[in-house]
């Protein structure tokens, strides 16, 4: 069965520390990967995605992520959080070039300390 | 309109009631599609449209649950006899045909006493 599993249920940085939240998929096939994040009581946004191409993928504020085909992985990572970053991160994958919904995983609440 | 938008924002039930949960997504987006997250879990789908095709209900828990959608317009999700484990809150997101970037709404926060 398709699933998404983030390891991570909350991660706890102090600002300027680095950041690297797991990501691993079950699919059996070719993929489109995403991270959304969802910032105190406001709704889901896009963080990043990645189709094809380059595996590594740069989405807004700084936000990266790795897709390691081999791995089934597609990790986030940020250089140097900040308190602004404190929000929910959630992974999702949908198959390439299917109709139909994106599959997202439980999340990963990150929480910044100024 | 600009986003998304959903309506009730909150909605307080009691068991057994039905309740109605609306979305107006993007225009010109073809695909409508319903989750619901509940607390501490992640995106649970639960039905999906994609323009005039007939609809994915493949998410939905149990056939209490239903969503009926008007063209490529507004999307009604009914819940029926509610429970208390419908408790959670309902997103909607849209995106265009060929686009793989959902769009959502700021959800409808249901919780049934």
């Known amino acids: 069965a398709q699933s998404v599993s983030q390891h991570n249920h909350h991660v706890i940085l102090s600002e300027a520390a680095s950041l690297e939240l797991g990501c691993n998929y079950s699919y059996g096939g070719t993929v489109n990967l995403f991270w959304y994040v969802q910032y105190p009581g406001q709704h889901l946004q896009l963080l990043l995605k990645?189709?094809?191409?380059?595996?590594l993928v740069k989405g807004i504020k700084g936000f990266e992520a790795e897709f390691i085909k081999s791995k089934f992985s597609f990790n986030l990572r940020k250089p140097s959080v900040q308190w602004s970053d404190t929000a929910e991160y959630f992974c999702?994958?949908?198959?390439?070039?299917?109709?139909?919904?994106?599959?997202f995983g439980k999340g990963t609440k990150l929480s910044v300390k100024p | 309109g600009a986003g998304v938008s959903q309506s009730p924002s909150n909605k307080v039930t009691e068991k057994g009631k039905d309740v109605e949960l609306r979305c107006d997504p993007i225009s010109g987006h073809t695909a409508l599609y319903w989750y619901r997250q509940r607390l501490g879990q992640g995106l649970e789908f639960l039905i999906y449209?994609?323009?005039?095709?007939?609809?994915?209900k493949s998410g939905l828990p149990s056939d209490r649950f239903s969503a009926e959608r008007t063209g490529e317009s507004v999307s009604t999700l009914t819940i029926q006899r509610t429970q208390q484990e419908d408790s959670a809150v309902y997103l909607c997101?849209?995106?265009?045909?060929?686009?793989?970037?959902?769009?959502f709404g700021s959800g409808t926060r249901l919780t049934v006493v």
């Open positions: 449209f994609q323009g005039n095709s007939a609809p994915d």
């Open positions: 999702a994958v949908k198959g390439a070039g299917s109709q139909g919904n994106l599959i």
């Open positions: 990645y189709f094809s191409g380059d595996p």
């Open positions: 997101a849209s995106s265009r045909e060929g686009s793989y970037g959902y769009t």
